[in-house]
């Protein structure tokens, strides 16, 4: 219906509360290992460009089911001399049986999907099993997923998947990695100034379809009213309640 709404890499470098400096971070703990390094969940692939472009010694496999994405994400990867380098695929029949490293943000449903169309926990020790099954001792993993941050609040529950067991505390995250064969290398979370910069991206699209299309438009009320519902999740729902969780991730 809003085919002008603008595509969300135009305001977000991440389709996580990731700033660049974080993932700068992150690139550079997968970059001590050599081989290939894949990403479930990648979208444009951002991190992962990133993680190539740092390490001459890495290939990259990337895959999303969003074709706009990966295509988005090639671009990026021509433009900074790297595509001979980096496969971006939604075709999941090319995942290599193992990799050197591997990267989870914000996908832990792409890398063990729920089982039903009812909401779920999410499958973070599935997801982490999986990842673990990719990787050889010394391998690496970045693995980024949100968690309550505090007690989760009846607004948060009710803005989110409507339920308190969908996530879990970053200790009790920390514990699922530990026992799906990780040691955990770091752990830290998301900011207050990620969360909101996260946000502001990503409701800009709706922002500038606004000023730039009259209120008479058939799509305007359409338009405001995601504007509002997301505004209205994230300051009287879930803000400082969901958290965002990084973790650096070594194959014991
Ligand atoms: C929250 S976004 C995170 C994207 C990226 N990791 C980032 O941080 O910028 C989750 C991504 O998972 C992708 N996705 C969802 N289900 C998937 C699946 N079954 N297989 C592959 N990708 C999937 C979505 O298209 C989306 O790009």
Redesign the pocket.
């Known amino acids: 219906v809003l085919r002008d709404l603008s595509p969300p890499w135009r305001d ?5 509360p ?1 700033s660049s400096e974080r993932a700068d971070r992150l690139a550079a703990y997968l970059c001590e290992v050599n081989g290939v390094v894949i ?9 992962l460009l990133r993680v190539v472009a740092a390490a001459p010694n890495l290939t990259a496999i990337g ?4 074709v706009a ?1 990966i295509g988005h994400g090639r671009q990026l990867a021509a433009d900074r001399g790297i595509a001979d380098r980096v496969t971006l695929t ?1 075709d ?1 029949a090319v995942l290599p049986a193992t990799a050197a490293a591997a ?5 832990t ?2 890398w063990a ?1 729920p089982a039903s169309d009812e909401a779920e926990p999410l499958h973070y020790a599935e997801a982490l099993a999986r990842i673990r099954s990719l990787l050889p001792v010394g391998g690496r993993a970045v693995y ?1 997923e949100g968690i309550w941050t505090q007690a989760p609040t009846p607004a948060a529950i009710t803005a989110l998947g409507g339920r308190e067991d969908e996530m879990v505390s970053r200790d009790e995250l920390v514990a699922i990695a530990t026992n799906a064969g990780f040691i955990v290398d770091g752990v830290d979370e998301a900011t207050e100034r990620e969360w909101d910069d996260f946000e502001a991206g990503y409701v800009a699209g709706y922002r500038r379809w606004l000023a730039t299309h009259s209120t008479d438009h058939t799509s305007a009320a359409a338009v405001r009213e995601r504007l509002d519902r997301q505004r209205d999740a994230y300051l009287n729902g879930y803000k400082g309640v969901l958290g965002f969780a990084y973790l650096e991730l070594r194959a014991e």
């Open positions: 977000l470098e991440f389709m996580s990731l990403e479930i969940g990648c979208g444009w692939a951002e991190l895959i999303d089911t969003d994405s939604s999941a990267i989870s943000v914000g996908a449903h792409a999907p980024g």
